[in-house]
Antibody
Framework: QLQLQESGPGLVKPSETLSLTCTVS??????????WGWVRQPPGKGLEWIGS???????SYSPSLKSRVTISVDTSKNQFSLKLRSVTAADTAMYYC??????????????WGQGALVTVSS | SYELTQPPSVSVSPGQTARITCSGD??????AYWYQQKSGQAPVLVIY???ERPSGIPERFSGSSSGTMATLTISGAQVEDEADYYC???????????FGGGTKLTVL
């Protein structure tokens, strides 16, 4: 059974860089059938796609966050990572990683990690 | 940018049918997906490709799509179905992957 687990600092100062890692277990991140994505959810609000990566390093980012986001993959560790630069209080959110099935017309996230709460505050 | 529009809330009594809608201009060409998120938990996929149900999801959950509107139907809603429900899809060029604003389902 595939499982994903987010890890990283729970508190980041304004203007600094938010960094999170997602560790995948029970399956290979190098599978050609899947992408790997990040989704966030501010407290009390809805879900927002941040970006996705394929095992070969090719990426796709939300246009609204593209200027501040970098997603990378480490196949040797079965991990992928998120970096969000120049954070503000508006970036305070639960950050989820998820496997993305992306084939022809099919595009969805499942399963998801349990989430990591990141607070931006001085 | 692209938007998917959902009603903020839906309320039904136990055993009734709950219907949650999601409207988007690209839905005639793109599949809709539905997620259930219970309080304090990660989202769970309950419907994929408009109407397909993942293994382990109760049969009372079904989905449909017509024109610019997709619908999640919970037939005989139960108290444990209380949750926020989000639709998900992409715009016609796949540049924007978006979730609807979410619908809070109350069953009481």
């Amino acid at each position: 059974q595939l499982q994903l687990q987010e890890s990283g600092p729970g508190l980041v100062k304004p203007s600094e860089t938010l960094s999170l890692t997602c560790t995948v277990s029970g399956g290979s991140i190098s599978s050609s059938n899947y992408y790997w994505g990040w989704v966030r959810q501010p407290p009390g609000k809805g879900l927002e796609w941040i970006g996705s990566i394929f095992y070969d390093g090719s990426t796709s980012y939300s246009p609204s966050l593209k200027s501040r986001v970098t997603i990378s993959v480490d196949t040797s560790k079965n991990q992928f990572s998120l970096k969000l630069r120049s954070v503000t209080a508006a970036d305070t959110a639960m950050y989820y990683c998820a496997r993305q099935t992306l084939l022809a017309r099919t595009d969805y996230f499942d399963p998801w990690g349990q989430g990591a709460l990141v607070t931006v505050s001085s | 940018s692209y938007e998917l529009t959902q009603p903020p809330s839906v309320s039904v009594s136990p055993g009734q049918t709950a219907r949650i809608t999601c409207s988007g201009d690209a839905l005639p060409k793109k599949f809709a997906y539905w997620y259930q998120q219970k309080s304090g938990q990660a989202p769970v996929l309950v419907i994929y490709e408009d109407s397909e149900r993942p293994s382990g999801i109760p049969e009372r959950f079904s989905g449909s799509s017509s024109g610019t509107m997709a619908t999640l139907t919970i037939s005989g809603a139960q108290v444990e179905d209380e949750a926020d429900y989000y639709c998900y899809s992409t715009d016609s060029s796949d540049n924007h992957r978006v979730f609807g604003g979410g619908t809070k389902l109350t069953v009481l």
